[in-house]
């Protein structure tokens, strides 16, 4: 069944830009800890190819950058374009696909911790910063008692949308509350806010039916928004945030020092792609600094 998904989800490409499984002849192993290393491959010789499944913005866009820059190293990108946030880890941990790139450090420790997978952290990437963005109120300072504000219902950015609003003095969370906080951890809420839990992909789409609404950046880059642009309040550069939720390439435990992943982590995090980033998403994707 998980092979006919893939190869259903392989014909959906989203547009040119989005290229979207491991490959069989010349593809670089998705290969258990157990498995021998691949070798990279001689000058001139066939591409090797490396498989990444990835969510469509900004992840996509950015591998389709590094494609070219991948070549020079001798290895060919092969983008598979998903819309979820469970598939991507499931099929780099049954060995389909080599690697990830969609998901922060925080979420993928959560997947691992329900799911019982084995993936770990290749490379630190990028992060998107979390917005607060308007709805039918303009501004946070007419925040008025039953507002409606609609956050990620996943468990991970539900928590950082809470801190969110509690930095900006929306709510008051219990002490302690921290990266696994719900809405049941609000200590005090003067404006008797209701926080309306939506998967974060729909929350674009009510925006503009509740007074607030938390996205997560690739959501809202999506829907045509910039966290530092069009956010009434956003996680900035040098928050904790920053270094808590920044997006990784995740690969099966024993594959981080694979060649074909390690030429890969270095092309995303090279000079080429952080400019990139930079000029592409003006903001609404920061390029992250060890």
Avoid: W
């Avoid at 021998?36 to 591409?47: I, S």
């Avoid at 499944?53 to 060919?76: C, F, R, T, V």
């Avoid at 981080?256 to 030429?263: L, Q, T």
């Amino acid at each position: 069944m998980k092979k006919k998904l893939i190869s259903f989800l392989t014909a959906t490409v989203i547009a040119a830009s989005l290229l979207a499984g491991c490959g069989g002849s010349g593809s670089a192993p998705a290969a258990s800890g157990d498995q021998a290393e691949a070798e990279a491959p001689a000058e001139g010789g066939e591409l090797t190819t490396i498989t990444v499944a990835a969510s469509p913005i900004p992840h996509a866009e950015i591998l389709e950058q590094a494609k070219p820059l991948l070549a020079e190293k001798g290895y060919d990108l092969d983008i598979k374009v998903f819309e979820d946030y469970v598939q991507p880890n499931e099929v780099v941990n049954s060995g389909e696909i080599d690697a990830n790139y969609f998901q922060h450090v925080p979420y993928l420790d959560s997947f691992n911790e329900e799911k019982g997978t084995d993936l770990v952290v290749a490379g630190k990437i990028h992060y998107e910063p979390l917005g607060i963005y308007p709805g039918t109120k303009a501004s946070l300072d007419e925040i008025g008692d039953g507002d409606v504000i609609a956050v990620p219902n996943d468990t991970t950015n539900e928590a950082r949308a809470l801190l969110l609003l509690q930095e900006n003095g929306v709510i008051t969370l219990k002490e302690g509350a921290g990266i696994t906080a719900t809405k049941q951890d609000i200590a005090e809420n003067p404006h008797n806010v209701e926080i309306k839990e939506l998967e974060a992909a729909q929350i674009p789409h009510v925006k503009d039916e509740v007074a607030f609404s938390v996205m997560n950046g690739n959501y809202a880059i999506e829907a045509g928004f910039i966290a530092a642009k069009d956010a009434l309040a956003y996680e900035e550069s040098d928050s904790e945030a920053a270094k808590t939720y920044v997006n990784v390439i995740a690969v099966k435990a024993g594959n981080e020092e694979n060649e074909g992943i390690k030429a890969l982590v270095e092309v995303l995090r090279s000079e080429e792609i952080k400019n990139f980033i930079a000029e592409k998403y003006e903001g609404g994707v920061v390029f992250f600094e060890e």
